[in-house]
Structures are given as structure tokens and as C-alpha cells.
């Protein structure tokens, strides 16, 4: 079989085909109802192994561009498949190796937990005069925790907000509770848990 796409960073099993990278993004936009970032889908087919870096970008455009899937949330940086994409998500039983199949699915359970997360933890994005609000919700169940906002210059840093929240709302509510009530301790404790540049994962080439 002839490959046509990089295989820098891609694992054994891993997909080396153009096709086959197209038809897992729309696979993992089909099972997830309410939309998932362009980032947050590079971050798994790379962190995986399942894809190049590269490679899922142009995929991912691709796609973009023959409306097989589409914004919705254009502030979010959202993105749902269409009725053309679903079409190619069912092929993935047929075009995908067990193996791939099997990592593609622990991928996309990871996004909906990850997606589930987000619809209890809300953060809102809104342009203001000077650049932009980003509102954020702490969800307790059946109670908001705690919200708050904060201005950003531009929608890159709003985005970026909304990304790093989204990892890990409690730690956000721990660190702040831990500065309003005055506990240094837990404070020192949160923040020594957070990665140096050193240590944050580069897209490889």
C-alpha cells in the first residue's frame, strides 16, 4: 500500500494515508454533538500517534473547504460535520484497521468526556470595544461554584483562556479559593503543578 502523507510522529498503526485522516476528524466531529475545536482534535491524532501534525491540519482544511464540515462558533473556534462528512464517518468500519479503530475510539471517548466538561463548565467569548471578554463558569451539579471574567486584547488570548480552563476547571476554583482565603500552602501546591515551558510537548515535524 502507497502512503501519501508525513509520518514523523506517528506510531505504529498510526495513519499514514490522507484519506484515512479525513475520515477520523469526521468520525470524532460525528460523535460529539455540540462541536470540538480545530486544536483539540490535532492535540489527539497527534498525542496518539494516530497522525502528523502537519498532515491533520491540511486534512483538516481539506475538509473545511469541501464543506464537510463547518464552523458554528466562529468566537469558540467550533466545528461540526455535515451531512457529507457523516457520509465519510461511516466508512470508518470499512477503511480502518482494528487496531486504529480501537485507539480512534479511546480517542473519542477522551473528547466527550472532555466535551461534557465544557457543557458543565461554561466559558463565554464576546468582542468588546478593546478586544475581547471571556466569561468562565465553575460547575457544582446543581450549583455555579463561581464565575468569572476577564478582558483579553485579542482573540488568540481568549481562545487560549478558554483551552486552559477547560483542562481542569476545579484547579482553576482550588487556586482561587486558595488565594482568597489566604492558603499559601494549597497555593504553592497548584501552581507547583503547573508545566514549565521546558516540559509542555511541541507539535513535531
Do not use: W
Not at 457543557?119 to 468562565?136: A, L, S, W
Amino acid at each position: 500500500m502507497s502512503f501519501d502523507a508525513l509520518t514523523a510522529g506517528v506510531e505504529p498503526g498510526g495513519l499514514r494515508d490522507k484519506r484515512e485522516i479525513k475520515l477520523l476528524i469526521c468520525y470524532m466531529l460525528n460523535s460529539v454533538s455540540g462541536g470540538l475545536a480545530k486544536d483539540d482534535i490535532i492535540s489527539v491524532l497527534q498525542n496518539n500517534g494516530l497522525a502528523n501534525y502537519f498532515e491533520s491540519n491540511d486534512a483538516f482544511a481539506d475538509l473545511l473547504e469541501n464543506d464537510n464540515i463547518h464552523c458554528i462558533d466562529e468566537a469558540a473556534d467550533l466545528y461540526q460535520v455535515t451531512d457529507s462528512g457523516r457520509l465519510i464517518a461511516d466508512q470508518l468500519d470499512i477503511v480502518l484497521p482494528i487496531a486504529v479503530r480501537e485507539r480512534a475510539l479511546a480517542a473519542t471517548l477522551n473528547l466527550l468526556a472532555q466535551d461534557k466538561t465544557e457543557r458543565e463548565n461554561r466559558v463565554r467569548i464576546t468582542k468588546n470595544e478593546k478586544g475581547y471578554t471571556v466569561e468562565c463558569n465553575v460547575s457544582g451539579g446543581d450549583m455555579n461554584l463561581m464565575a468569572f471574567s476577564l478582558y483579553v486584547p485579542d482573540l488568540l488570548q481568549a481562545r487560549l483562556v478558554k483551552r486552559i480552563f477547560h483542562k481542569d476547571p476545579a484547579r482553576v476554583y482550588r487556586c482561587m479559593l486558595a488565594l482568597v482565603t489566604d492558603n499559601r500552602d494549597l497555593a504553592a501546591d497548584l501552581l507547583s503543578e503547573i508545566p514549565t515551558a521546558k516540559t509542555r510537548k511541541s507539535p513535531q515535524r
